[in-house]
């Protein structure tokens, strides 16, 4: 199997799946999707040559959906891990390399939200990889999230704080792994999707095949209708009809504190702010209720987000089945 893996990080309505689904087409690239893998599992079962662990790190696998759908052979995984020391690492290399292997195809790649924050991670365990970060107009993606979820706990506060967050990490891990790590902006990849595609082959070291346009290695994605929370696509298209359309769903006020809070990093990557003409009251609202609140918002998200990486971050009882011995027909239809 090449020792090249591919890695796409980013926040929730970025553009993750698409790219997924572009890479997931090349001949040579088996993508799984929303693993989740590092958050979920990674150091969470405690030592894995203990065999209590092991057990309840499987059992916990067996159950998880996403996994479920790859439907991994666990007796062979099992047998393999036993030979010689266990480990996450380990574990996880066996899983993709399954899924590779069912695909006939000899690399494989992850799609998982959030992979950025396990950079040092990923490299110490295969230092050949590449992870591409998917970045999005905060002020789209939060509009996107608002029109796919209609409630976001902590609101435009937390919104304009993962956003923030997750580029701040990735421009950390573009200082300390140059040529490994890249920004991948979600707008270019839809305007001109065939010369980011090339320049994104040449970066991770295959030859571009045009049948990645067809996205047809990730039917589900490709048959759903597009790129877009705001409306359907045709199946198989990719369209720029999302860029923008914050304004139509985003107040001026939310607009404001997502500028105020991420303009240097938006700038930087080449997000104009608007130049907004609020009233007198509503430039009273903004700076004396929404400005502070969305703020505090923002940092309690961080504080919950520094909590849960210390503590680990269970897997929510929604992407768990009980029954274990459920078809795999059952499972694909959840």
């Known amino acids: 199997m090449d020792s090249r893996p591919i890695f796409i990080g980013g926040v929730e309505r970025s553009g993750t799946s698409l790219l997924y689904a572009?890479?997931?087409?090349?001949?040579?690239?088996?993508?799984?999707?929303?693993?989740?893998?590092?958050?979920?599992f990674y150091q969470q079962f405690g030592?894995?040559?203990?065999?209590?662990?092991?057990?309840?790190?499987?059992?916990?696998?067996?159950?998880?959906?996403?996994?479920?759908?790859?439907n991994p052979d666990y007796e062979r995984?099992?047998?393999q891990l036993r030979q010689g020391s266990a480990d996450y690492i380990k574990l996880f290399t066996l899983i993709w390399d399954q899924y590779a292997e069912k695909l006939g195809k000899p690399r494989w790649g992850d799609k998982s939200?959030?992979?950025?924050?396990?950079?040092?991670?990923?490299?110490?365990?295969?230092?050949?990889?590449?992870?591409?970060?998917?970045?999005?107009?905060?002020?789209?993606?939060?509009?996107?999230?608002?029109?796919?979820?209609?409630?976001?706990?902590?609101?435009?506060?937390?919104?304009?704080?993962?956003?923030l967050e997750s580029v701040r990490v990735g421009y950390?891990?573009?200082?300390?792994?140059?040529?490994?790590?890249?920004?991948v902006r979600y707008e270019s990849l839809a305007a001109e999707p065939e010369k980011l595609m090339r320049e994104i082959c040449d970066f991770i070291g295959e030859t571009y095949d045009p049948v990645m346009l067809s996205m047809r290695g990730a039917e589900a994605f490709r048959d759903d209708g597009g790129n877009s929370s705001f409306e359907q696509h045709e199946p198989g298209s990719i369209s720029t009809r999302s860029v923008g359309r914050y304004r139509k769903y985003l107040t001026p006020r939310w607009i404001a504190f997502i500028q105020a809070a991420a303009g240097r990093e938006m700038k930087a990557?080449?997000?104009?702010?608007?130049?907004?003409?609020?009233?007198?009251?509503?430039?009273?609202l903004f700076t004396s209720m929404d400005l502070p609140l969305n703020a505090a918002r923002l940092t309690a998200w961080r504080w919950r987000e520094a909590y849960l990486d210390r503590v680990g971050r269970p897997i929510p009882e929604s992407?768990?089945?009980?029954?274990?011995g459920a078809g795999q027909a059952e499972v694909m239809g959840l």
């Open 269 to 284: 990557l080449d997000y104009p702010l608007d130049d907004l003409h609020l009233s007198a009251r509503e430039r009273l």
């Open 113 to 163: 939200l959030n992979t950025e924050r396990y950079a040092d991670v990923i490299f110490k365990a295969y230092p050949d990889a590449r992870i591409l970060h998917i970045v999005r107009d905060p002020r789209d993606r939060y509009a996107s999230a608002l029109k796919r979820w209609k409630v976001i706990r902590g609101g435009v506060g937390s919104g304009a704080g993962m956003w």
């Open 47 to 70: 030592d894995l040559n203990k065999r209590e662990n092991l057990d309840r790190c499987l059992s916990m696998m067996k159950q998880y959906r996403r996994l479920r759908i790859m």
């Open 22 to 40: 572009l890479l997931a087409s090349h001949p040579n690239i088996a993508m799984t999707r929303r693993t989740n893998l590092w958050p979920f």
């Open 319 to 324: 992407r768990l089945v009980t029954d274990v």
């Open 172 to 183: 950390r891990n573009m200082r300390k792994y140059p040529g490994q790590y890249r920004f």
């Open 77 to 79: 995984i099992e047998q």
